[in-house]
């Protein structure tokens, strides 16, 4: 088992609408989660990092830990083409006691597009 | 601002034939992180530095080498090339550990190596 799995879509979704991207995690021990974008033929760029459980929101884009379930999810309100992208769930390896460090395991990637 | 540097972005090369992909940190980072990442797939850790020191090792074959320099450029050196080497090829930095709080890595462009 991967140490984290995430729904590869790919999503289609209209402009405007609420976009649902989910990932689990085995480690129960894990505190720290991040939130990658990456445009085609781009390097992913860190688009949130949450900590423990709960929510984070930072503009249209929400990130939200459920540590009973080991779930994460990314949601991004009121969607626009230029959110067409591949979005990426990280967890890096050192994640616990207050820092996160080191290398990076990433889910499969979802695919999104928002089309006009 | 200043981003994370690669060269040379795109890189074709036969079968057997060596290659050096380049990776200038963002001023003042001190990790530098190396990623693989395959067509359709996710980015998998290959090796990382910290303070010109391997730090970690991840699925790197024997066949790459990689070091830190004194100005905390990074080389990955590939030989025997082999045509499932064909990738893209991602350099994160970052300003490494701290007591606490959370080291974000920052990706360059990446270097796509294309083996005939």
């Known amino acids: 088992q991967k140490e984290v799995e995430q729904d590869p879509g790919p999503l289609s979704v209209p402009e405007g609408a609420i976009v649902s991207l989910n990932c689990t995690y085995s480690?129960?021990?894990?505190?720290?989660f991040m939130w990658y974008r990456q445009y085609s033929r781009k390097g992913p760029e860190l688009l949130m990092y949450t900590y423990s459980s709960g929510n984070k929101e930072d503009g249209r884009f929400t990130a939200q830990v459920d540590k009973s379930s080991k779930y994460i999810s990314l949601f991004i309100r009121d969607s626009q083409p230029s959110d067409s992208a591949t979005y990426l769930c990280a967890i890096p390896k050192s994640n616990a006691g207050g820092t996160s460090y080191g290398k990076l395991t990433f889910g499969q990637g979802t695919i999104l597009t928002v089309h006009p | 601002a200043a981003g994370v540097i690669q060269s040379p972005r795109h890189l074709i090369k036969e079968k057997r034939e060596t290659a050096t992909l380049k990776c200038y940190p963002i001023p003042r980072h001190d990790t530098v992180y190396w990623y693989q990442q395959g067509p359709g797939q996710d980015p998998q850790f290959l090796i990382s530095?910290?303070?010109?020191?391997?730090?970690d090792k991840g699925s790197i074959p024997d066949r790459f080498s990689a070091q830190q320099f004194s100005d905390y450029h990074s080389e990955l050196n590939m030989s025997s090339l082999e045509l499932g080497d064909s990738a893209l090829y991602f350099c994160a930095s970052s300003l490494g550990t701290s007591a606490g709080g959370t080291d974000t890595q920052y990706f360059g462009p990446g270097t796509r190596l294309t083996v005939l």
């Open positions: 480690n129960s021990a894990f505190q720290y």
């Open positions: 530095f910290y303070e010109k020191m391997q730090s």
